[in-house]
T-cell receptor, first 114, second 111 residues
């Protein structure tokens, strides 16, 4: 069964450094998302991406964050200057098309900012 | 503003029992209500979902009950098994893109 994959599984970085989290959505999916989950808290929406542009973003997704689909298979989340509070599990998700609401989540990247 | 409120925070059920998790929402524009199951170290996986035009949906041992007037929906796990031990999240979505998640319920099914 096709899956969303994410790399790395765990990323440790120093405060102020840039990080790029990578995702490979399910191949024929058209909608892509990033969510985050701070330890012990709920999953929070960050951004959605469709047709090579951001379709919706939350207030968490400020100027420090950016997303990109650099090629036909990868979807990335960049955090320009990481803060301690960016430490969380980051989930990528993808959705087939406009007629369905089912989002498929990847296994996540645990980001630890020291 | 917490758009989706979930309870209880944790739940312990004996094997064979019924697990019930409740959610309430505020935004009447929500029209899609999924439940996700998450095992430690894994991403959330869709378990079952419902739209407000039906009051109940059943898939195997999992049932969603939906009360539109009360703006509440619940997940029932019949004949709960130790393998069901996981964190369960309810969520809600309107015509936009974002899933709004509840805070999660940690379910432990004891043998």
């Amino acid at each position: 069964e096709p899956e969303v994959t994410q790399t790395p599984s765990h990323q440790v970085t120093q405060m102020g450094q840039e990080v790029i989290l990578r995702c490979v959505p399910i191949s024929n999916h058209l909608y892509f998302y990033w969510y985050r989950q701070i330890l012990g808290q709920k999953v929070e929406f960050l951004v959605s991406f469709y047709n090579n542009e951001i379709s919706e973003k939350s207030e968490i997704f400020d100027d420090q964050f950016s997303v990109e689909r650099p090629d036909g298979s990868n979807f990335t989340l960049k955090i320009r200057s990481t803060k301690l509070e960016d430490s969380a599990m980051y989930f990528c998700a993808s959705k087939l098309a406009g007629g369905t609401d089912t989002q498929y989540f990847g296994p996540g990247t645990r980001l630890t900012v020291l | 503003q917490q758009q989706v409120k979930q309870s209880p925070q944790s739940l312990i059920v004996q094997k064979g029992g019924i697990s019930i998790i409740n959610c309430a929402y505020e935004n009447t524009a929500f029209d899609y209500f999924p439940w996700y199951q998450q095992f430690p170290g894994k991403g959330p996986a869709l378990l079952i979902a419902i739209r407000p035009d039906v009051s109940e949906k059943k898939e195997g041992r999992f049932t969603i009950s939906f009360n539109k007037s009360a703006k509440q929906f619940s997940l029932h796990i019949m004949d709960s098994q130790p393998g069901d031990s996981a964190t369960y999240f309810c969520a809600a979505k309107n015509s936009g893109y974002a899933l709004n998640f509840g805070k999660g319920t940690s379910l432990l099914v004891t043998p």
